[in-house]
């Protein structure tokens, strides 16, 4: 099993930055992607981006203002989030697939809020 647990997010206002991060324990060693999700009130949960140990990937509207990456132990993802616009604003949530029947973890949820 993998837990991970979520922190960072909060209220910013529309061109500020937060960086989320995301602690992954227990089979570590099964992760082969870890990524970030978001949920606006009455929408889909969307990728955001993720990363694999040779690639990232972001979604159109993130890019050129979020970045991704790991700790050396790829025990940690980040989201470096800059520019945050108001439709930003949305529960992010961290998810991690695993080589185990290709099973993915999901974090418990980290709020992020643009406004002014």
């Known amino acids: 099993q993998v837990r991970l647990v979520e922190s960072g997010g909060g209220l910013v206002q529309p061109g500020g930055s937060l960086r989320l991060s995301c602690a992954a324990s227990g089979n570590i060693a099964s992760i082969y992607v870890m990524g970030w999700y978001r949920q606006a009130p009455g929408k889909q949960r969307e990728l955001v981006a993720d990363?694999?140990?040779?690639?990232?990937n972001y979604t159109d509207s993130v890019k050129g203002r979020f970045t991704i990456s790991t700790d050396n132990a790829k025990s940690t993802v980040y989201l470096q989030m800059n520019s945050l616009k108001p439709e930003d604003t949305a529960v992010y949530y961290c998810n991690a697939k695993t080589t185990v029947a290709d099973y993915a973890y999901w974090g418990q949820g980290t709020q992020v809020t643009v406004s002014s």
């Open positions: 990363i694999t140990s040779a690639d990232t």
